[in-house]
């Protein structure tokens, strides 16, 4: 401060500066409300129910309702656009195929458990035609079932510990094993990508369909109804095998009904129960082998509490499925008693890693490389074609 500096003006520039900085914060929300005003009644719809999010929800659609007549919406996109063909947007555009890799908002190698904790689909039989899917045997078991249904063995032993999966007829590249790789941000972000990468070799005999979506779920259909989107994913190709891993965003209440129902409740768990029963019945409808991936340990105590609920209900549903496995690796990614672990060994057992993204809740890349080669030995796939001969100069 200059000696010709006064406190009292001093003070006026202080005020001055705050009064412009609230300015600029309520000019940029009212660009936000104008141009994101859907976007507003997405982010409403997704809060966690109640009567605040019912309030913020009315208003956002209000909201919208206003401003759609002058058509400002239609600008972002357009503006998007622009900037991603001109270079000054990393922003991937959207062509209605892609999942959209965000979310709104880790040397213990697996133990084998028997493999009656995971249900064997039965024998199909023979393909009739050659428009029949290529799986036409299911997995056999690795031993011996124990006497009595799959479903009487308690659930929490199922979530214990690895399942061995025994692999399936060969692909061929005569006939291709098509795979779709279903579910939220868990199987999109980590996983779908490093077991894509790990199939890049057997592309011959391996096809892999995106069928996955972040920031969804089965609690809420009326956010985001996987009943209508799965289908418009395969763009009516048909599945041989389905790779899910879903339920990270529905540990939350929802609206059944005209009614709230509280997450945890006896009237919730009865519907999301019969939710996870549609999905997984449309997921094997046309004769596709589901494997239901369990919901790795999460950092957070509450919301682990929350996930292990969610596998209790997915393990059930898939229980009374014929064509569906339940698959818990998981023994790979925990610690020696099952929980959280954010770093640990490569798989060579050398350098320590992080094995979680550091949200708590997703795979890293080189956490979902400790299951996928797992999965790469399950589908089977042919041999890669040798590389030709360098011809001599």
């Known amino acids: 401060m200059t000696r010709s500096s006064s406190p009292s003006m001093l003070r006026r520039v202080l005020r001055n500066d705050r009064r412009q900085l609230a300015l600029v914060a309520a000019g940029f929300v009212l660009v936000i409300a104008l141009l994101e005003s859907r976007g507003l009644i ?167 369909l995106k069928a996955y979506r972040s920031a969804t779920g089965l609690a809420r259909p009326e956010v985001f109804d996987w009943l209508n989107e799965y289908p418009l994913m395969l763009e009516h190709r048909r599945p041989d095998v389905v790779i899910v891993a879903i339920g990270a965003n529905d540990g939350q209440g929802f609206v059944e009904g005209g009614k709230v129902k509280a997450f945890g409740t006896p009237e919730w768990h009865a519907v999301y129960a019969r939710r996870i029963a549609d999905y997984l019945a449309m997921l094997a409808r046309d004769g596709a082998l589901v494997l239901w991936l369990q919901l790795p340990p999460m950092k957070s105590a509450k919301f682990n509490a929350r996930m292990e609920t969610i596998n209790e209900i997915a393990r059930e549903a898939v229980a009374r499925e014929p064509r569906a496995i339940w698959w818990n690796p998981m023994g790979r990614i925990a610690d020696a008693n099952g929980e959280f672990r954010e770093f640990g060994p490569r798989a060579d057992g050398k350098k320590p890693v992080r094995l979680r993204e550091a949200d708590g809740i997703h795979l890293s890349d080189e956490g979902a490389g400790l299951i996928t080669p797992d999965l790469v030995r399950w589908l089977n796939p042919a041999a890669p074609p040798a590389p030709a001969p360098r011809s001599g100069s």
């Open 42 to 208: 997405v982010w409403a719809d997704r809060l966690e129910v109640g009567p605040l999010q019912q309030q913020l929800a009315r208003g956002a659609r209000a909201l919208d309702g206003a401003l759609t007549p002058l058509g400002i919406a239609a600008w972002r996109p357009r503006a998007l656009e622009t900037l991603a063909r001109t270079g000054w947007s990393d922003m991937p555009q959207d062509d209605g195929k892609e999942a959209v890799p965000a979310m709104v908002l880790a040397t213990q190698v697996a133990v084998p458990v028997p493999a009656a904790s995971a249900p064997v689909p039965a024998p199909m039989p023979p393909a009739a035609s050659a428009s029949a899917p290529a799986v036409a045997v299911a997995p056999a078991p690795v031993a011996a079932p124990p006497a009595g249904p799959v479903e009487a063995l308690p659930v929490a032993q199922a979530l214990q510990g690895g399942t061995v999966l025994t692999p399936l007829p060969q692909a061929t590249a005569a006939r291709p094993r098509i795979v779709a790789l279903a579910g939220d941000s868990v199987m999109a972000v980590g996983l779908s990508a490093q077991l894509q990468r790990d199939l890049a070799p057997y592309r011959d005999s391996i096809v892999t």
